[in-house]
């Protein structure tokens, strides 16, 4: 098949799945197209069958805000004739649902039909979607899509919570490539973060206010009371300085380190034993999916899709939104004695088999065939 994917090409969730998604597919012999701003991050390197477009946007001293989304439908336009698409999988809804669209009906004019695929992602629906300066173009772009999927039954069940959907949403759950993150860790690595063999807690994120990244410190500083350890935050944005000012008025700021956005994350998650995610919701929680497949258990909140990866008292623990208290008790019996957390590595590695991407890129595949 001629697949085009469109998507954010940041360290997000939803740019990330749609990058490995593509190169899966590309892997299968399907000729895919990437149409974004910017080369996704995990696009790294010659893959043969994938071909990348960027959306070039034009800017005019009239425009205060130059007009992305309608450059992204010239292009979407243009790479699905000169290549003749069969389909296109467009993930988050804003504004890609609503470009594909308009693509659609430019080239329905011309006698070319292209189905469009909507893969909501999370904060296209829960957050930013609902704004009512969005809500009616989301709405009406995403029933406009020959099909939709959600990457959760959560995100399934919020979409049609808030939004008018006409249509089935189905549920696709993310994956992960548990071949890539089945590491053995980087000895030199790991002693440079823990020198005296402390516990390695990990969080990873964009940090924005949603992710609540100052109760990742908080449990930390719980945790490292009774068992040394050390904080790596993996990940930048706007939250950052909370975290550090936090991290230095509970006196822990030493044991902490910021690495930034990275692109090895196998080798970061290698060396850890708990990945902590605080979120205030997750559609569904790549990043604490990815840690498992590296065999790191997860404390969690119970939020949002959580709940459909995470299994308490196997891969780790959920806790309420902000209980902070549970969460650095929990973090603490995964972590008190060597044979519980190896039982816990354990079970996490084996739990991210079953999201195994040989498992679910034949489901987009099934999904792309109904409409060829
Ligand atoms: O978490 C973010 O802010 C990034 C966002 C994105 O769209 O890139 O992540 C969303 O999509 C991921 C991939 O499907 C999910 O794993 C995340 O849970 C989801 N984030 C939220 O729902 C907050």
């Known amino acids: 098949m001629r697949i085009g994917i469109v998507c954010y090409p940041t360290f997000g969730g939803s740019g990330v799945l749609a990058t490995e998604l593509g190169k899966a597919l590309a892997?299968?012999?399907?000729?895919?197209?990437?149409?974004?701003?910017?080369?996704?991050?995990?696009?790294?390197?010659?893959i043969p069958n994938i071909f990348y477009h960027e959306v070039q946007v034009p800017t005019y001293p009239l425009f205060d805000y130059p007009p992305y989304e309608t450059a992204l439908a010239s292009t979407m336009v243009d790479v699905i004739k000169n290549n003749n698409l069969d389909l296109l999988h467009v993930h988050y809804a804003i504004p890609h649902a609503s470009a594909a669209y308009m693509a659609k009906q430019i080239l329905k004019k011309e006698g070319k039909t292209i189905p469009v695929?909507?893969?909501?992602?999370?904060?296209?629906?829960?957050?930013?979607?609902?704004?009512?300066?969005?809500?009616?173009?989301?709405t009406f772009s995403i029933n406009e899509s020959d099909a939709i999927t959600a990457?959760?039954?959560?995100?399934?069940?919020?979409?049609?919570?808030?939004?008018?959907?006409?249509?089935e949403i189905e549920v696709i759950v993310n994956f992960v490539d548990v071949s890539r993150f089945s590491r053995k860790p980087i000895d030199a690595f790991k002693k440079v973060i823990a020198p005296n063999g402390e516990r390695i807690l990990l969080h990873a994120s964009n940090f924005r206010k949603i992710k609540r990244v100052q109760d990742v410190v908080k449990i930390f500083a719980e945790v490292n009371k009774q068992k040394p350890s050390k904080l790596l935050f993996v990940g930048d944005g706007?939250?950052?300085?909370?975290?550090e000012d936090l991290a230095k008025e509970l006196n822990v700021f030493d044991e902490i380190r910021f690495v930034g956005k990275q692109e090895q994350m196998e080798d970061i998650l290698a060396i850890g034993d708990l990945f902590l995610l605080t979120s205030e919701y997750e559609s569904f929680g790549l990043a604490a999916l990815e840690a498992m497949a590296a065999g790191v258990p997860v404390v969690s909140t119970n939020a949002g899709g959580l709940s459909e990866i995470n299994i308490p008292g196997?891969?780790?623990?959920?806790?309420?939104?902000?209980?902070?208290d549970s969460m650095s008790k929990q973090a603490l019996s995964i972590?008190?004695?060597?044979?519980?957390?190896?039982l816990f590595k354990e079970k996490a590695a084996a739990h991210a088999k079953k999201f195994d991407i040989t498992n679910i890129v034949p489901v987009y595949e099934k999904l792309y065939e109904r409409f060829l």
């Open 27 to 46: 892997q299968k012999g399907h000729m895919v197209h990437f149409i974004t701003y910017q080369q996704p991050v995990r696009l790294n390197g010659f």
């Open 117 to 138: 695929i909507t893969t909501l992602h999370g904060t296209d629906i829960t957050l930013v979607g609902r704004d009512k300066m969005y809500a009616p173009v989301v």
């Open 151 to 167: 990457v959760s039954q959560n995100l399934r069940d919020e979409t049609f919570k808030h939004f008018k959907i006409e249509k």
């Open 238 to 243: 706007p939250e950052r300085s909370t975290a």
């Open 314 to 324: 196997e891969t780790g623990y959920m806790s309420d939104v902000g209980d902070v």
């Open 335 to 342: 972590l008190k004695d060597d044979a519980t957390l190896k």
